[in-house]
Every structure is written in C-alpha cells, then in structure tokens.
C-alpha cells in the first residue's frame, strides 16, 4: 500500500485520473473501503491490473486529506509513494508528505518527505500531535535529494537513477 497525505483536498476524480496517467497498465478504482462502501461494480478483484484507493480525513496538521492506494506491486511501496507523492505535488501544485524511513537511522519512525511543487524536503513529525486541534505543523528539516525512481505502467520498479 502507498499512502500520501496532501495540503488540499482532491475529488476522486482527480486521484483517478492522476493515477492512470502515472501508471496506464493499471485500472484504478475509487472505493471508500474503510468507510464501509460497496466495492465498485467494474473492480474485478482477480485482475492484477485493478487497484483502488480511498480518500479519508487526515489527523496530520497541514495535510488535510488522506490517500491510500492499494493493490500495487508488493515490492517497492515506500519509492512508488515518494514517487507518486512527487509526481502529485508537481502536477498539481500542492504539498505531499510521505513516510519516510531514513536509510541513516531506520529505527527513528517520525521521518517524512514532504514534496512542495515537486521539491523534496526531509521532515519531522515527533512534535506533532495528530489530530489535535493546535497540533504543531510537521517541521521541514531542510531539502532532501532523493534519487530519481522510474517505474514502468504497471507501476513496478525500473531503476534508481542519481538525481
């Protein structure tokens, strides 16, 4: 599963759309899972080519809107987001903020990437209290050089490429 949260709320129209463009070889369905919605009539969950995701509130402050995306090639999943989650904030103008396992300290879970207009960022989030209403805002650490991730229309790994 990928997940992202983004500074503005996007319709599922725009997610959809956004993700077949990314990733062509793959149907992508909107489907509010966890909210308990009827799985979309097309969605053929023996195909391997349809995916879903859903849009659900965020509890991160400055990042209203949650995205998850499932059934995506298992192997992969944290550079498919970062790269996804950077085609998103480049497309459409908006911050994303990622997961983020530092490969220098794996053990220190409060890591993210936040991409602002494309641009990658590390973050923090351990003062951040989610979903508190005077939460403090993740704190941007300083810019990030991630490399350069290529995947192919089905959205499975081709290659690290130095940025």
Do not use: C
């Not at 989610?130 to 790994?157: C, H, I, S, T």
């Amino acid at each position: 599963m990928e997940e992202m949260y983004v500074s503005e709320n996007l319709s599922a129209a725009q997610i959809q759309q956004f993700l077949q463009t990314a990733m062509p070889g793959l149907t992508a369905f909107p489907w509010e899972m966890l909210l308990g919605e009827e799985e979309p009539m097309e969605f053929d969950s023996r195909n391997p080519t349809h995916i879903f995701f859903e849009t659900t509130e965020s509890e991160v402050p400055q990042f209203p809107q949650h995205v998850a995306i499932y059934r995506t090639p298992t192997k992969d999943e944290e550079a498919r987001s970062l790269w996804l989650a950077q085609s998103l904030s480049e497309q459409f103008q908006l911050n994303v903020l990622v997961p983020f396992t530092h490969p220098e300290k794996p053990h220190y879970p409060f890591y993210d990437i936040v991409f602002q207009q494309g641009v990658s960022y590390l973050a923090d989030d351990s003062a951040t209290e989610f979903g508190e209403p005077d939460a403090k805002p993740v704190r941007l650490l300083g810019p990030y050089p991630l490399l350069k991730a290529g995947f192919d229309a089905f959205g499975r790994l081709i290659a690290d490429i130095p940025a």
